[in-house]
């Protein structure tokens, strides 16, 4: 048998075509076509796309753009009835995620809202307009995409009975939160699915996983075809030199073992960090919801002690009076999460302007608390406490045992407003953020370069590893999925049932505040009521007017909404 010379052996080099490779056949032409094709969706996924994707704006369904606001805000030298022609940032909010009454029902509620408007707008600037000439004057609510800017706001509409014909009662409102065990399957499926595609974390792990996939695999190719060469070379009887026994070493059982082993060894410290974070993250999350429970139910309290506390039967100054702390208590609560919520803080209009055009503050009031800057809550609380004090004293009531209570309560609010804001800051320390990373990092790096070797195909007829292709796919996926949970979940107060819903929460307690604050408006007529003909055709209504269908509407599907 002729021997052959191991030196003119065709070395391993790039060949694109079949007459270049070492072994003059397609399929090793067609291993290195797949390997720089990896390669190159590789850099695609890690570079190029999450590059492009964070220069594309977001949807209106996350964060409301800027350049979407109509106008610039009004400067203070605008003239307050201008202002309610300003568009907000609210116009485009999808509300889609809720259980109650139908879609329909809403739609038809609030057209009645705004025609029983436009019909009693005119009766309020006719009637009112010595009495009330300091408010500013509210035309049909423009803004159908927030709860807050469709409720209509006047002195007149609160100083009304409840058995008033035209009186009109605050916005429907939808939970704040909706959990997903309370959805239907389908439901459950199709947020599930909007989460997935809507959210650009989520996005971003995704590519990163599949870069990291696609280099893996890449590399499992080149393996694969190194072996290939190293067979062809043992079929020429040329098994011998450094390449070959490093191919031996790197390929041999032993090795994988080693892998694995490195891998199993190292996991803990970075899972142990990932999972601790997490699970610190999900409780900070419901402290978060807990902290909102807790200003509206301090909010609430003011409202009953506000409205119980005066005598009876109610003088119109004192009424006057209610409605002016009923305002400072809901403008307040917006000023406590305007910051939070992304279509707000895209919006050019700034909150004291909004809360003038919607009725909540007076052409002065606005310019004050423009001058406060980012101290605007604790001035208008301080406003509160001053407009409450002077209720008291003028009813002479400042001694009572309800007034010092009011008083606790109202010093609370503060206190809980404050917890919000600092929950921002209370989080891991930056050392350890950094830690956590790094290891997260490396621990990737080991899969993508220790699975090339873990679940290679050494008998696959092609240089291509689907197997090492799935299996870091997944397990990066896995690994970097919670980095995308821990930024969804550091700002809970997100829109369109991603998260916590304020403008919910703010609604909710507009209608509570509107019903307590006004019960003993009626209550010295409420005997020759229920003798009325009125009454009897009051019972014939809808039980709360324009707010049909809230009694269906339960929290979690249990709870009170």
């Known amino acids: 048998m002729e021997s052959i010379d191991c ?57 409301r753009d800027a350049s979407n606001s109509k106008s610039m805000p009004p400067t ?61 004057s509210q035309a049909a609510p423009s803004d159908t995409g ?57 996005s971003n792990v995704f590519m990163h996983a599949t870069g990291l996939a696609l280099l893996s695999s890449a590399i499992s190719s080149v393996v694969a075809l190194m072996l290939k060469y190293e067979n062809f070379r043992e079929a020429a009887s040329c098994a011998e030199g450094a390449f070959l026994a490093l191919m031996d070493r790197i390929s041999s059982q032993e090795s994988v073992e080693a892998v694995t082993k490195t891998i199993d060894n190292y ?3 970075p899972l142990f960090l990932v999972l601790a974070y997490t699970a610190f993250l999900v409780e900070r999350w419901r402290e978060f919801l807990q902290a909102c429970y807790s200003i509206q139910g301090r909010l609430h309290d003011i409202g009953l002690l506000t409205g119980s506390i005066v005598p009876v039967p109610v003088t119109w100054g004192t009424k006057k009076q209610l409605y002016k702390i009923y305002r400072y208590l809901n403008m307040v609560h917006v000023l406590c999460y305007a910051v939070f919520i992304p ?60 007034a010092i209570v009011l008083n606790q309560q109202l010093i609370k609010i503060r206190a809980q407003m404050a917890t919000v804001h600092d929950m921002f800051t209370l989080l891991y320390p930056n050392e350890y953020m950094l830690l956590m990373m790094v290891l997260l990092q490396s621990y990737a790096l080991l899969i993508t370069m220790g699975y090339s070797l873990m679940l290679l195909n050494k008998s696959s007829p092609t240089c291509f590893q689907p197997m090492v292709l799935v299996g870091v796919f997944f ?35 507009e209608s509570n505040l509107f019903c307590c604050m006004r019960v003993l ?5 409420l ?14 209504k809808p039980r709360r007017g324009l707010t049909r269908g809230m009694t269906n509407r339960r929290k979690g599907g249990f709870g009170e909404l």
Request: glycine share 4%; hydrophobic share 35%.
């Open 7 to 63: 030196s003119k052996l065709p070395a391993l080099r790039i060949c694109l075509t079949s007459e270049k490779c070492f072994d003059g056949r397609e399929s090793t032409a067609n291993c290195w076509v797949v390997i720089f094709t990896q390669l190159l969706g590789s850099l695609l996924f890690l570079f190029v796309f999450p590059s492009v994707i964070s220069w594309v704006p977001k949807s209106k369904g996350s964060v």
């Open 76 to 136: 203070p030298s605008t003239n307050i009835k201008e202002k309610s022609s300003y568009t907000d940032g609210f116009n485009d909010l999808s509300e889609d995620v809720y259980h109650g009454s139908s879609d329909d029902e809403d739609t038809d509620s609030q057209n009645e809202i705004s025609e029983r408007v436009n019909k009693n707008t005119t009766i309020f600037n006719d009637v009112f307009n010595e009495e009330f000439e300091d408010m500013p």
């Open 146 to 202: 927030c709860v807050i800017s469709t409720t209509f706001r006047s002195e007149g509409n609160f100083l009304k009975s409840n058995f008033d014909s035209d009186i009109i009662f605050p916005s429907n409102y939808k939970p704040e939160y909706v959990p997903t065990m309370s959805s239907t399957s389908p439901r459950f499926g199709v947020t599930l699915i909007l989460f997935m595609f809507n959210s650009r974390e989520i």
């Open 267 to 269: 996991k803990f410290l």
């Open 343 to 402: 279509s707000w803080v895209a919006s050019k209009e700034l909150t004291p302007d909004f809360g003038a055009r919607i009725g909540l503050l007076t052409f002065d009031e606005a310019i004050f608390l423009h001058s406060m800057d980012n101290k605007a809550r604790d001035g208008l609380l301080t406003l509160l406490i001053y407009e409450v004090r002077v209720l008291l004293e003028k009813n002479d009531i400042k001694n009572d045992a309800h």
């Open 475 to 509: 397990s990066v996926l896995a690994l970097y999925i919670p980095s995308a949970i821990f930024n969804k979940l550091r700002n809970p107060f997100t829109e369109n049932s991603d998260g916590i819903e304020v403008k919910q929460l703010i609604a909710c307690t």
């Open 521 to 525: 408006f009626h209550r010295e007529d």
């Open 527 to 540: 005997e020759p009521l229920r003798q009325s003909i009125f009454m009897k055709s009051f019972k014939k």
